[in-house]
Antibody, heavy 119, light 107 residues
């Protein structure tokens, strides 16, 4: 079964850092295009970033220079390193796979992990 | 950036009703458009991709149409499990952007 499971969310102070993880099963992360999408409490969906199978990354302007996507091929894991966190980064963060590489629509999604940035 | 709008923002409907949701892009996205369903506390679920292609496992009462800037999601006969929020998403160019959502609730 194809599945994504996020972890690593929690409470962090403004200016702090956090690393989110996404464990994949049923497929190989390194052969796919992987994304992070976030959703602030009670709000809509915001695309955050993508990591191509070839290693290229793209980021939303709101996180560029602060967030970094990476993967560990040996563990079949995806990561999102978040630095210089702001209150407005508070959201549920979902990892999601491109339905097919380069199509830029997402299936499947993980269940999400909540990041709260607050003092 | 391509801005996505949806109308209505919410709709109250009854089981068996036909429901239509509209999505508009600020510039043409060809058929690079997807629709998702999200229920409270759950991850979004892909319903429609490439404007009108039905994702595997999604009931045929869901359909999508449109190209360019104007798109439509139609639920032909609303079922109890369809009460949810629906989002469109453009996949034409980065940054990928979503519409603000349309909440379908019980009348």
């Amino acid at each position: 079964e194809v599945q994504l499971v996020e972890s690593g969310g929690g409470l962090v102070q403004p200016g702090g850092s956090l690393r989110l993880s996404c464990a994949a099963s049923g497929f190989t992360v390194s052969s796919n295009y992987m994304n992070w999408v976030r959703q602030a409490p009670g709000k809509g969906l915001e695309w955050v970033s993508v990591l191509y199978s070839g290693g290229i990354t793209y980021y939303a302007d709101s996180v560029k220079g602060r967030f970094t996507m990476s993967r560990d091929n040996s563990k079949n894991m995806l990561y999102l390193q978040m630095n210089s966190l702001r209150v407005e980064d508070t959201a549920v963060y979902y990892c999601a796979r491109d339905r097919a590489a380069g199509t830029r629509w997402f299936d499947p999604w993980g269940q999400g992990t909540l990041v709260t940035v607050s003092s | 950036d391509i801005q996505m709008t949806q109308s209505p923002s919410s709709v109250s409907a009854s089981v068996g009703d036909r429901v239509t949701i509209t999505c508009r892009a600020s510039q043409g996205v060809s058929r690079w458009l997807a629709w998702y369903q999200q229920k409270p506390g759950k991850a979004p679920k892909l319903l429609i991709y490439a404007a009108s292609s039905l994702q595997s496992g999604v009931p045929s009462r869901f359909s999508g149409s449109g190209s360019g800037t104007d798109f439509t999601l139609t639920i032909s006969s609303l079922q109890p499990e369809d009460f949810a929020t629906y989002y469109c998403q453009q996949a034409n160019s980065f940054p990928l952007t979503f519409g603000p959502g349309t909440k379908v609730d019980i009348k």
